[in-house]
């Protein structure tokens, strides 16, 4: 089993709909999580990081649940913009700077 | 320079040949990290250096090596490349260890590697 694991997709929808993405973690020592954007054939970039209960920026909202050991990434009022895939990742302890990556999960919002 | 940046953009290679990708970064970031991506894989680690003058193996880094002999330069080299070493290949850095501005990591543009 994965360190981080993700529903690969595709997510289809329609513009204006909330999708809301899952990503699993197994190490409960996890200190942070992130959840990444990447346009095809482009380098990951920063969506948002989680460091606590949740964050919120405009339409997007990240939620961690330490109990069960998943972190949410929810979108609100998809945009066609909005489509790319979205990796979530951990970081493992507080000795080291390395994250554990999702295989990502693929968003396809359509008019 | 502003940010990561990374050479080649793409290359084709012949297999049994050396190759070293380059990775330079201006933000004076301690940390780096290659991982490669492969469909349906998602990203993983292959060698890390939490700072300038050590290195650490990732989740996959037989057939490849590391330096980290200043803080900017981070090049990652396959001795002899072979068929299954081909992929997208990115380099990455962060504020490690934490500060208060995150410890998230940035992201070069990558390269495209294939190995014939």
């Known amino acids: 089993r994965k360190e981080v694991e993700q529903d690969p997709g595709p997510f289809n929808v329609p513009e204006g709909a909330t999708v809301a993405f899952n990503c699993t973690y197994s190490?409960?020592?996890?200190?942070?999580f992130f959840w990444y954007r990447q346009d095809c054939r482009k380098e990951p970039k920063l969506l948002m990081s989680?460091?606590?209960s949740g964050n919120e920026d405009g339409r997007f909202t990240a939620q961690l649940n330490r109990a069960s050991q998943y972190i949410s990434l929810l979108i609100r009022d998809s945009k066609l913009s909005d489509s790319a895939t979205y990796l979530c990742?951990?970081?493992?302890?507080?000795?080291?700077?390395?994250?554990?990556f999702g295989q990502g999960t693929t968003l396809q919002v359509k008019p | 320079i502003a940010g990561i940046t990374q050479a080649p953009t793409s290359q084709i290679l012949a297999a049994g040949r050396r190759m070293t990708l380059r990775c330079t970064q201006d933000?004076?970031?301690?940390?780096m990290y290659w991982y490669r991506q492969d469909l349906g894989l998602g990203l993983r680690l292959i060698h890390y250096?939490?700072?300038?003058?050590?290195?650490g193996k990732g989740e996959v880094p037989d057939g490849y090596s590391v330096s980290r002999a200043n803080t900017d330069d981070f090049p990652l080299t396959l001795a002899s490349a072979v068929p299954s070493q081909t992929s997208v290949y990115f380099c990455?850095?962060?504020?490690?260890?934490?500060?208060?501005?995150?410890?998230?990591?940035?992201f070069g543009p990558g390269t495209r590697l294939t190995v014939l």
């Open positions: 990455a850095s962060s504020d490690f260890p934490v500060l208060a501005s995150g410890d998230e990591q940035f």
């Open positions: 190490n409960s020592a996890s200190q942070s």
């Open positions: 989680v460091y606590s």
């Open positions: 990742a951990a970081r493992g302890t507080r000795n080291t700077g390395k994250l554990i």
């Open positions: 933000m004076r970031h301690n940390a």
């Open positions: 250096s939490n700072t300038a003058g050590t290195t």
